[in-house]
């Protein structure tokens, strides 16, 4: 998936900027969400939902756990004031949180929250992924904790796109685009259903190495997040430099 967004853009809180963050946020492989400074929800996936103990029913209006389940060490019902969220001081950047079930389940949640936008707007991406397995007690969090850098990583190009109201496009294993936002296409002059099955290397510049190509191809297949700066011409031919980032999305089967 590429997150590219034009160098000089602002972030501003509008009906699209609604639009592709739940477009981005239902791509994320893992539990994802965009919330407000009180914890309202304003975009989230059925993997965040499901790993705070949602039964799928119904959606909740804020980043809170299902019923019957609470915190551990407190025991307590707000998840959103257990991750440490508050407009008065400044948000953990991750944690490993435990939670208990009504039937005694337990869960040890990997949480990475950061702050998109700027300091005046207080919204926030929350990426959660369960790491029960090699998180079974508490002398064993920093254990999980190291385990979660790469999510922290993705989390970090999150709010990248989320920060600047992003032009979204989604490229398939082949490097063939599979979808594009109104704003990418606005800036690339190409409808979305002319970009749908052109290869991605066809709006590069020419001046583009084609060992930069390769140099992504290479970071993205090591799992991680490629960042930069990209020429890309427009269906006019005009030029222009794009910060990119580039997040390798995985379902189960790679």
Known sequence: SQLCTPVADEFA????????????????????????????????????????????LSRPATLELGSNWRTLSPARRSFWNAIGASPRHEVRNKRVLGISGPDGERRWLSVTT????????????????????????????????????????????????????????????????????????????FEREELVGRHYLSLQAEETPRTLAWSILRTLRRGLVWRGQLCEVSKVGQQYWADTSIVPLRNRSG
């Open 13 to 56: 809180l509008s009906a699209q900027n609604l639009r592709d963050w739940h477009r981005l946020v239902d791509l994320a492989p893992n539990g994802m969400a965009v919330v407000d400074d009180t914890g309202h929800l304003l975009a989230v996936n059925d993997s965040a939902l499901q790993l705070l103990g949602h039964d799928g």
């Open 114 to 189: 950061l702050t998109i936008g700027n300091a005046a707007t207080h919204h926030f991406v929350v990426s959660i992924d369960d790491v029960t397995a090699i998180c079974t007690a508490d002398a064993e969090h920093e254990t999980a904790l190291r385990d979660a850098e790469q999510a922290l990583e993705q989390a970090r190009a999150y709010q990248n796109a989320l920060n600047s109201a992003a032009l979204i496009a989604v490229i398939d294993r082949h490097g063939r685009f599979v979808d594009a936002n109104a704003p990418f296409c606005q800036l690339s002059g």
